[in-house]
């Protein structure tokens, strides 16, 4: 292949994104109003991609070489830029659909490390041992470093399997996983003592906001309700529209947020809605280390419109928007093309997050939120037999899924809240409105 060849091959893939933008001409006509050589850097790409074709010990394919130069410039701008590959890119779509092949986890990082976050319940990284805060050392003897890459490679065909090197209390061991389809509903909702709904949201889906109005419609029809806990713990965001519609449920007319571009110009404005289905029930948003992106807009917009009082532990903090540019042979550029900015104006740094209304923090380790349950479970005035099959419920779960949080709703609404510090810091608070 011809260097000429070679260097429109590379500009090929500039101008192969789709997406809305012309993003070809448009970076050639503005470097040339900047009076720099738009091509100058073709040229090295090009003389590489040569040098490698004409003089490496190995044949390598041009397309694959080009498919890392993307990828290599995507890792070069932020924690949340990446190229996708044709079978990721439709992954990752599948998976805002509400779908996901692959061992059904959430990563997240904790300082420089990529580590477990939510764990799905009977997941097949679940049923071969993995627990939130295992830190992923390498999948398939590859070492991990980027958080990007890693979520990129545990996805992969149903059925393939993978193994994840995970280090747990200083010691490293291997899970051997089997990919899957991992198919849940986003929304679970339940009533504690005293009328107050318990709505837990894993991820902000295709149709989230119609399940919470499914949820709180079925709800209502059982028996009045006084309040409302949304639990927007472990949630590591999802679909914007989503996390919109949830937030007006609960809003009348207003402002939710913008998505602000580069120099801050806005390029979408979201705004509430006032219609007849508004919850206007007393609310509390849990949130931890987890909550990121759409679960820190709801709680975020929801705090500064001073309607819900935020619990738990500061956010995740991410606050940036990822749109996905696709190219010609199916793959795409997953780009950080905007910031969120709530109603206040304020923006959500990457790696700070939101600071909770009331600081409540979680049991560190199971031993402590057994010895909660334990004792509020002693002061409960239940029947003998009720008391000893919550107590042989909670020690099995403890055994057998060993999670640093509470076990969410695997545990009747009695034991949950004495389990929970923060979702019981949140019902009594609503209790006492």
Do not use: C
Request: aromatic content about 4%; proline content about 6%.
């Amino acid at each position: 292949m011809s260097r000429r060849r070679l260097a429109a091959a590379a500009l090929a893939v500039g101008v192969a994104l789709t997406g809305g933008i012309g993003l070809g001409m448009a970076a050639v006509q503005g470097a040339r109003a900047q009076q720099r050589d738009p091509y100058a850097g073709l040229d090295m790409l090009a003389e590489a991609l040569h040098a490698i074709e004409q003089r490496h010990v190995a044949p390598a394919p041009a397309e694959a070489l080009l498919q890392g130069a993307v990828a290599g410039m995507a890792e070069r701008l932020d924690a949340h830029s990446a190229y996708l590959t044709p079978e990721q890119r439709a992954e990752f779509q599948d998976r805002a659909e509400g779908g996901d092949t692959g061992i059904g986890v959430r990563l997240r990082l904790d300082a420089d490390r990529v580590v477990l976050g939510q764990v799905t319940p009977a997941g097949p990284a679940d049923l071969a041992g993995a627990l939130p805060g295992d830190a992923l050392l390498a999948i398939d003897g590859a070492p991990v470093t980027r958080l990007a890459a890693a979520e990129q490679a545990l996805r992969g065909p149903r059925d393939t399997p993978v193994t994840l090197r995970v280090e747990r209390a200083g010691i490293p061991q291997d899970l051997h996983v089997v990919r899957d389809t991992i198919l849940e509903r986003s929304v679970r909702a339940d009533r504690l003592r005293g009328g107050v709904a318990h709505v837990q949201i894993d991820a902000f889906r295709r149709r989230t906001g119609h399940e919470l109005r499914e949820a709180f419609d079925q709800l209502e029809s059982e028996a009045p309700l006084s309040g409302a806990v949304l639990d927007l713990r472990g949630n590591a965001g999802g679909l914007l529209e989503e996390a919109v519609s949830v937030v007006d449920l609960f809003l009348g007319a207003g402002a939710i947020l913008e998505v602000r571009g580069r120099g801050g110009r806005v390029l979408e404005r979201h705004t509430a809605r006032e219609e007849p289905d508004d919850r206007n029930l007393p609310l509390v948003v849990l949130v931890d280390e987890e909550s990121a992106s759409a679960a820190e807009i709801v709680a975020g917009a929801l705090q500064d419109r001073e309607r819900a009082l935020v619990v738990g532990t500061q956010t995740y903090g991410k606050g940036s928007v990822q749109k996905l540019f696709l190219f010609e042979d199916g793959g795409g550029l997953k780009l950080t093309v905007a910031r969120y900015h709530l109603p206040s104006g304020r923006s959500i740094a990457d790696g700070e997050g939101l600071q909770p209304d009331r600081p409540v923090a979680a049991p560190t380790v199971r031993s402590e939120a057994a010895d909660a349950f334990r004792a509020a479970l002693a002061a409960a005035d239940l029947p003998d037999s009720e008391r000893a099959a919550l107590l042989t419920s909670f020690d099995a779960l403890a055994e057998t899924r060993g999670a640093k949080r509470p076990p969410g709703s695997a545990l009747p609404p009695a034991a949950r809240v004495a389990a929970d510090p923060q979702l019981a810091a949140a019902h009594a608070w609503l209790l006492d409105q």
